[in-house]
């Protein structure tokens, strides 16, 4: 079963303008780590989030953690066509096992 | 550094054979991680090896297996394959020394089972 619950499933959006996309998860974590795929091809990592952080960036991309409300966003300002993918939210609850659980994740269009 | 390798890249079956598909890890890394994605299920989980050693699984039948090489490359079984296991079969590697580590996917081998 699915740990998270991403929101929205699908957005679109006009080049330019920024994305943001919510992902909820039920258990404690050690991290949580957001994900893009291009039309069904490999994972490409974006960035990690530990247990302990509330806020990070990278680019264009900024991650929020709320442990206490179990749930992340992820923003991507000035999106672009190429932004367009599917993005996914995965928490690693344990220790030292490489199992990542992911959401169903959020299928972003970007229009040029 | 290389990337994760996967092959092959695509696949077809038919209900009833097996199949094995191989993951390459970064160089270094001895952590090997294997998903199955479909569009029903999503992302799923199948196990993780590390230093030859199935480290976790989940919460597939036993006709799925693997095995990890002293060289780090992992190998996942499918048998009797049915036509439910057409899928995305993405692999990952990390260091795997500690528990804050990002994993690094592979471009996936796409089966399809007919």
């Known amino acids: 079963s699915q740990q998270g619950e991403e929101d929205p499933q699908a957005l679109s959006i006009q080049e330019g303008e920024n994305a943001t996309m919510n992902c909820s998860y039920k258990t404690s974590i050690n991290n949580l780590q957001w994900y893009r795929q291009n039309s069904g091809r490999g994972l490409v990592h974006l960035i990690l989030?530990?247990?302990?952080?509330r806020e990070k960036h990278s680019g264009r991309l900024r991650v929020t953690l709320d442990t206490s409300k179990k749930s992340s966003s992820l923003l991507i300002t000035a999106s672009r066509a190429a932004d367009t993918a599917s993005y996914f939210c995965?928490?690693?609850?344990?220790?030292?096992?490489?199992?990542?659980?992911f959401g169903q994740g959020t299928t972003l269009q970007v229009k040029p | 550094k290389a990337g994760v390798t996967q092959t092959p890249r695509y696949l077809i079956k038919t209900r009833g054979q097996q199949v094995t598909l191989s993951c390459s890890p970064i160089?270094?890394?001895?952590?090997v991680s294997w998903y199955q994605q479909t569009p029903g299920q999503g992302l799923q989980f199948l196990f993780e090896y590390f230093s030859e050693t199935q480290r976790n699984k989940g919460n597939f039948p036993g006709r799925f297996s693997g095995r990890q090489f002293s060289n780090s490359r992992s190998e996942m079984n499918v048998s009797t394959l049915e036509l439910g296991d057409s899928a995305l079969y993405l692999c990952?590697?990390?260091?795997?020394?500690?528990?804050?580590?990002?994993?690094?996917f592979g471009p996936g081998t796409r089966l399809l089972v007919l």
């Open positions: 989030i530990r247990s302990n952080e």
């Open positions: 990952a590697s990390s260091p795997g020394r500690s528990d804050q580590e990002t994993q690094y």
């Open positions: 160089s270094g890394h001895r952590s």
């Open positions: 995965a928490t690693d609850r344990s220790s030292n096992t490489g199992k990542l659980i």
